[in-house]
């Protein structure tokens, strides 16, 4: 299964896209960061925005795409910019009829280290591990774009997502409304619930589950 992971932002939208096969195995295939200037025009930072987040849905064409949920903070000017960024994820998505995922902060950090309160630093040197990557992705944005793209490949949620979308643009799936790929993957993900009720993703890995402190 292929995710892409959106880290939403005006000045900084990280882009991170990995292939995660059902034993939870993951690999990299693309990652970035498009940047806009706060001195241009609202309307042109958002259409680079949309461009580059287009030309990485025709590039590298994934099955589901990982969006960070936006939630309160006391910075009205940052949830705003992160608000239009998603907006601008959620109608290309829509075009291409790929279902979002919605995580928030806590949960991709949960899902990557183990701990939902852990730095930001942890989480990118998980995902550098995770991904057998020498240095952990830069910025910041890059990371946690990844880390989204992980946690959604490693939730319930992803099939889900496979499948309408796969349904919807193709109509090649079967009664379930799963391609056979994409029921592999549902057994695969049964499968490990029954042998690891947590499906703690990062153990399988040979990363630490609870290790992580403040």
Known sequence: MRVLGIDPGLTRCGVGIVDVAPDRRATLVHVGVIRTSPDTRLEQRIHAIAVG??????????????LERVFAQHNLSTVMGVAQASGVVLALAAERELRVGLHTPSEVKAAV????????AQVGTMVARVLRLDEIPKPADAADA??????????????ASASGSAAAASGSGTADGLTPAQRAWRDAEKRTARTDPRSAAPSRLGAPTRKATR
């Open 53 to 66: 987040v287009r030309a990485a849905l025709d590039e590298h064409r994934p099955d589901a795409v990982a």
């Open 113 to 120: 280290t183990g701990y939902g309160a852990a730095e930001k």
């Open 146 to 159: 990844l880390a989204l793209a992980l946690c959604h490949a490693w939730s319930g949620q992803a099939v």
